[in-house]
């Protein structure tokens, strides 16, 4: 077997890869209906808020392709959520009232993964440079960043970088080029087997599938099955320097 090279850098995916969030939103959505809900059970909610999280309809997707506005597909998550949960839909002001709500009240609630930390320390032991690419435009992100105490990330691609999302290459390439390691030498850690552990495969890195249990991103699927091709799955960050000093 040809040996891997010498891993020279990681970077990760942030959202339920880095910051939790999935807690977040739930607990937002929380916030925001609880009064208007009490017949709600504890089944309900759990329901009600893993609709919103999943995005089964593909909404977010919408959104990376501009076909919506980021508002927008967040407006389609909740109404998805409320019809399938025998709730009426929001009409225009009441929707556009609600995300200004959950716009300031969801920042409160941005957490780092206990497993986060401790990575991240040992990577600064070891000297070896981290960030992060996401789907989602950089300001926006490097808020969540810092509001999840996680300021240490100096280096962050977002789509409106590159003008183009996971998983296509050139994201991948650029946050390489900027962490200043080459993509052969460096992981690529995320939540999403296809966008992100496929996708920075096919870009020249390595690959790490993060499937935390009780993620909802992505949606399982039978595709989730597929035997394992060029890629590392994980199902914890402390995982992450086993494979660096392999």
């Known amino acids: 077997m040809t040996p891997q090279p010498q891993v020279h850098g990681v970077l ?12 977040a939103m739930g607990t937002t959505l929380r916030t ?3 009064q208007d809900l009490p017949h709600f059970t504890e089944t309900d909610w759990a329901v009600y808020q893993a609709l919103f999280a999943a995005d089964p309809q593909g909404f977010y997707d919408q959104y990376l392709a501009g076909d919506l506005s ?4 967040r407006i389609r998550r909740l109404q998805h959520a409320q019809v399938s949960s025998g709730l009426p839909e929001l009409d225009d002001d009441a929707a556009e009232a609600w995300n200004a709500t959950y716009e300031s009240v969801l920042p409160r609630h941005f ?3 206990d497993d986060v930390v401790p990575l991240l ?3 600064d032991a070891r000297g070896i440079p981290f960030g992060a690419v996401s789907n989602n435009v950089h300001d926006y992100q490097r808020a969540k960043l810092d509001a999840a105490g996680l300021q ?6 977002g789509i409106d970088t590159v003008g183009v999302a996971k998983p296509d290459p050139a994201i991948f390439l650029e946050g390489a080029r900027r962490l200043g390691t080459e993509p052969a030498q460096t992981f690529y850690v995320g939540d ?3 966008a992100d552990a496929e996708g920075a495969a096919d870009a020249g890195l390595r690959g790490v599938w993060l499937d935390r249990p009780g993620n909802p991103s992505p949606v ?9 091709r060029g890629i590392s799955r994980i199902g914890s960050l402390t995982e992450v320097i086993g494979l660096v000093g392999a």
């Open 220 to 228: 399982r699927s039978e595709a989730d099955a597929r035997p394992l």
């Open 152 to 157: 240490r990330i100096g280096v962050l691609v």
């Open 70 to 73: 980021f508002a927008e597909q």
């Open 121 to 123: 320390d040992e990577l």
């Open 12 to 23: 990760f995916d942030i959202d339920e890869t880095l910051v939790d969030l999935q807690a």
């Open 111 to 113: 957490q780092a993964f």
């Open 192 to 194: 999403n087997r296809r």
């Open 32 to 34: 925001l209906a609880e």
